[in-house]
């Protein structure tokens, strides 16, 4: 068997930036295990999966661990791909999930946006270990459904956090975001997943679906421009619109091969 594989650079220009991700085309869907083997395999935070369905393709995202909701830089990726490298003919790609609905991607210029749902965080008490997890004294706790966002004073608070991932996979959650208001941005974040096997990832496109929602209130504004502040950084282009949130950003094509089986 052989399937095509592509590595994408996502939410950045240039290759070495940005989240990569691996995006593999298939005819069908495979054994779970394989699926599992080569997400492992790949050692890349995820990798998506695409299958055609109707005029769209269903998509599934897998860790090296294990298969997750949502994830919004390999999904990019996956359109970067279809766009680009397949020659797809509209200007917009649906994607079915199995569990976060029907997504979407359309061309932009030189952006590709996303359509999200978008989800509501409220204020908790911080969980126990939370603090000693990430070395801080939150200025507020809100949970976001699977994730759990940590804002802080400032861009320099959010830079500065280095987490214990040990205590940090012990918090019942899929990860945790820390934001502030950026310097030169509307907002900056980083997003630590040791529970996915991921201690931090790059850039993250479905903690937006918490951050962009929480900063267009905040700053009375529904367009925003955001950055993951992670070694390797990243940007994106945030729209709050009502239930949906519009994520854009560009990508950067950095290998292209074939898995054989």
């Known amino acids: 068997m052989r399937i095509p594989l592509y590595h994408v650079d996502a939410f950045t220009s240039e ?19 394989i699926l599992q083997a080569i997400a492992a395999e790949n050692n890349l935070s995820e990798t998506a999966f695409l299958v055609p369905s109707g005029d769209g393709f269903q998509i599934r995202w897998l860790t090296p661990l294990t ?15 279809l ?8 200007e917009t790609i649906r994607f079915q999930t199995r569990k976060s609905g ?7 210029g030189d952006l590709l946006q996303m359509s999200f749902p978008a989800i509501a965080a409220h204020g ?21 459904g ?17 987490p214990d991932f040990r205590l940090l996979a012990k918090i019942d959650c899929r990860g945790v975001i820390v934001t502030a208001r950026g310097d030169e941005c509307d907002f900056v974040s980083r997003f630590f997943t040791p529970r996915l096997g991921i201690p931090e990832d790059p ?7 918490v951050l ?16 993951q502040l992670s070694k390797r950084g990243g940007e994106l282009f945030c729209t709050h619109a009502g239930k949906r949130v519009k994520i854009s950003g560009r990508a950067a094509l950095y290998m292209e091969g074939t898995i054989w089986i």
């Open 83 to 90: 766009f680009n490298c397949c020659n797809w003919p509209q």
């Open 15 to 33: 290759v070495f930036s940005g989240n990569p991700a691996a995006v593999c085309l298939l005819d069908h869907w495979i054994d779970e295990p």
């Open 102 to 108: 029907e997504l979407a991607a359309e061309r932009q």
């Open 67 to 81: 298969e997750v909701a949502l994830c919004g830089h390999a999904t990019l990726a996956s359109a970067f791909v």
């Open 124 to 144: 908790i008490a911080p969980p126990t270990n939370l603090k000693e997890a990430l070395a801080i004294c939150p200025e507020e706790v809100l949970d976001g």
């Open 203 to 209: 850039v993250t496109g479905s903690s937006h679906c």
């Open 212 to 227: 962009a929602p929480y900063w267009a209130e905040e700053l009375g504004r529904k367009d925003l421009y955001a950055r």
């Open 146 to 162: 699977e994730d759990l966002m940590v804002l802080l004073e400032n861009e320099d608070a959010v830079r500065e956090v280095k």
